[in-house]
């Protein structure tokens, strides 16, 4: 059964991929689509049960490893060539130098096997809780953006001018990263995972590229060429790693000491995942992909490529934890989760403000792997959760906006809840899940702070980053729920599709929220108790500190934190109620220094000789303190400097 679900996860992405890429009519393609969505979900459910009765460990065999293995060996070959291809054909020489970086040393590990012989395996694929709860990330929400992609990208091309469809080749991208991400979290052997981290990398650009025109292709471009320069510190380590441990086996790294070229070999695989996570002094190429059409945004930066990144440095914590090398981690993470928070505040462009939060939360998922204690590997997991479906979520609320009002800029969005009235209800719940309890973002980082209290410097790190966040989440709501005199909405018009990806997600918001206990219970604490730390003992129950209290007063799996969602939403009845009882008559106009005209959004007055004014109300951005002019030179240099003496740490 395990080797069924095994193959269901990785092919049947990969079979969606070539039908959405042959079948031509749309209606067919958004079959298609729909019916993976409803497998793959099946296929979320049939893992969960499966590791249930597992022990904590999945291990899957399969049939001749030999022959699978030179067949990745041989895909791999062929995806560098093709990266290679890339750059000539877009003439940059720097694309060409970092795969040929990656090419040789492969090819004389993996093909003529210069540094030692390499040992089959025969579990090479081993799925853990952690594993686990990827899994579902990709196999949930993944679908979800795919339906959500049906209507949008519709409108989407119509919207560009293309004249030509290319959604089947859009879709056909989407499907193949979503096995790759499978096969990426499942695989127990570090030159599989290589390579299917490879074909992430070469997604991205597909997707970034996908509009075709000068912007997107240039900042696809930057996106491929950082990535590449991780996938090159990733089989260097490869190699550093064999040499120490001899095998390629990741249960075998993660139960080896802290000795000889390990720490080497770990401190390249953690700047692999920098890259990949769009850590400072890499975030460009994440901020550059915001060109991209929305599911882009959504699926591969925020919910599932992005943290391939900080899967790869939590999954190898365990090994470094308590080591010098965790404690600079940590500051490297706690570092980018302050400095992206900051800068977020000078943003304007809806997009660029949840690129900067991505970048934030990401690092602040580092920073809880680098401290390795329970606690804080605790709250990574939870974050990743968290910070998935929430911001998988704004990214479809605000390309949904977009296509609403024709704008990204926050200011645009004033008087939102008149315009579009169901995206901006849940957009707000989306922001307040990042920003309020008892919602699940704010309560990991409680935990990160708990886990942070022996080392001072990440301690104020995570603190200025959740003062920060605070700042520009409220001036986003604030200005979305500024309400006109104005007393009539409009019918806010939405395709099936969109609106039943924005419900479903809205859904997992609140699900995963109200059931943290249980969650953590079934998924977190599980992983946690199954993980030796640098070596050491298997950690005990009574380790998981703030936790254990949480959940002894836990009654069937709940959680008092239900009755706050209780609470917030007999709040967002009522209020909407009221307003409906409210009489026009009642509504006193705002004194705007004139008469007011009968403009839709009540912000219009005739001034002297019947001139119409307008009143200009907005946010204060702070761009001399904040702005990326003026901090992304000196947090560049201050992270690349960091990222140094993680080096010399290990060397």
């Not at 070539?18 to 031509?24: G, I, P, S, T």
């Not at 579902?136 to 293309?162: D, N, R, W």
């Not at 292709?217 to 380590?237: H, S």
């Not at 400072?280 to 190429?285: C, D, E, G, K």
Request: charge should be positive; glycine fraction near 10%.
């Amino acid at each position: 059964m395990g080797t069924l679900l095994l193959a269901v996860a990785i092919f049947l992405p990969a079979l969606s991929a070539v039908l959405c890429y042959v079948v031509r009519k749309a209606i067919f393609r958004n079959v298609i689509v729909v019916l993976s969505t409803l497998i793959m979900f099946a296929v979320a459910g049939e893992f969960i049960s499966q590791m249930s009765g597992s022990g904590g460990k999945l291990v899957i065999n399969v049939g001749n490893v030999d022959i699978l293995g030179w067949t990745i060996k041989f895909l791999d070959m062929a995806l560098l060539f093709y990266v290679a291809y890339i750059g000539v054909k877009l003439r940059k020489p720097l694309i060409v130098v970092l795969t040929a970086l990656q090419f040789v040393p492969f090819f004389m590990f993996d093909i003529f096997q210069v540094f030692g012989p390499i040992k089959e395996m025969e579990s090479v694929f081993v799925i853990d809780y952690l594993s686990l709860v990827m899994i579902l990330l990709v196999s949930i929400i993944g679908p979800i953006i795919t339906v959500f992609a049906i209507g949008y990208m519709k409108e989407h091309e119509h919207h560009i001018g293309l004249k030509k469809s290319k959604q089947p080749r859009f879709f056909f991208i989407l499907f193949v990263f979503l096995g790759a991400m499978n096969a990426l979290v499942m695989t127990n052997n570090l030159s599989w995972m290589y390579f299917f981290w490879e074909v992430t990398t070469l997604c991205s650009f597909l997707l970034i590229s996908h509009d075709g025109n000068t912007e997107s292709v240039k900042n696809a471009g930057r996106a491929l060429w950082i990535n590449l320069l991780g996938g090159v510190a990733f089989i260097f380590a490869i190699i550093l790693i064999y040499k120490q441990v001899g095998s390629l086996s990741i249960e075998d790294i993660l139960n080896s000491g802290f000795t000889g070229l390990l720490p080497i070999g770990l401190g390249l695989l953690c700047f692999a995942g920098f890259t990949k996570s769009a850590q400072f002094p890499f975030q460009s190429w994440l901020l550059g992909a915001m060109v991209a059409p929305t599911p882009v945004s959504a699926l591969l930066h925020s919910s599932t490529m992005v943290k391939a990144g900080v899967y790869l440095v939590v999954r190898f914590a365990p090994v470094f934890s308590g080591h010098l090398l965790g404690s600079v981690v940590a500051l490297v993470g706690g570092f980018t989760f302050a400095a992206g928070s900051a800068i977020a505040i000078s943003q304007r462009n809806g997009k660029r403000v949840l690129a900067y939060s991505t970048i934030a939360n990401l690092g602040l998922i580092i920073c809880c792997a680098g401290i390795g204690t329970p606690i804080a590997l605790g709250a990574a997991v939870l974050l990743i959760i968290f910070h998935a479906v929430s911001k998988g979520l704004l990214f479809l609320c605000i390309g949904t906006i977009e296509h609403g009002i024709g704008s990204r800029d926050i200011e645009d969005m004033q008087g939102l809840m008149k315009k579009m009235p169901f995206t901006t209800i849940i957009t707000v719940i989306g922001m307040v899940s990042m920003l309020l309890p008892p919602f699940g973002v704010l309560i990991t980082k409680w935990l990160a702070i708990e886990a942070a209290v022996g080392a001072p410097l990440v301690l104020i790190l995570i603190i200025l980053g959740s003062a920060f966040t605070v700042v520009f989440w409220s001036k986003w709501i604030g200005i979305i729920l500024t309400m006109s005199y104005k007393t009539k909405y409009i019918v806010e018009k939405l395709t099936l599709s969109m609106k039943s990806a924005l419900v479903m997600l809205l859904l997992a918001v609140l699900g995963a929220s109200i059931g943290i206990v249980p969650l953590y219970n079934n998924l977190i604490k599980p992983y946690i108790e199954n993980i030796k730390l640098a070596g050491g003992p298997k950690l005990s129950g009574d380790s998981l500190g703030l936790w254990v209290q949480a959940t002894k007063n836990a009654v069937n799996g709940g959680f008092a934190s239900i009755l706050f969602f209780i609470i917030i939403l007999i709040i967002m009845l009522t209020i909407p109620y009221f307003l409906n009882k409210t009489k026009p008559e009642k509504v006193k106009p705002p004194y705007l220094c004139g008469l007011n005209t009968d403009d839709k959004k009540g912000i219009e007055f005739l001034s002297v000789g019947d001139k119409v004014e307008n009143v200009v109300v907005h946010n204060y951005y702070m761009l001399g303190i904040f702005g990326e002019s003026k901090l992304t030179l000196w947090v560049n240099l201050i992270a690349g400097a960091i990222i140094l003496i993680m080096f010399g740490v290990v060397i």
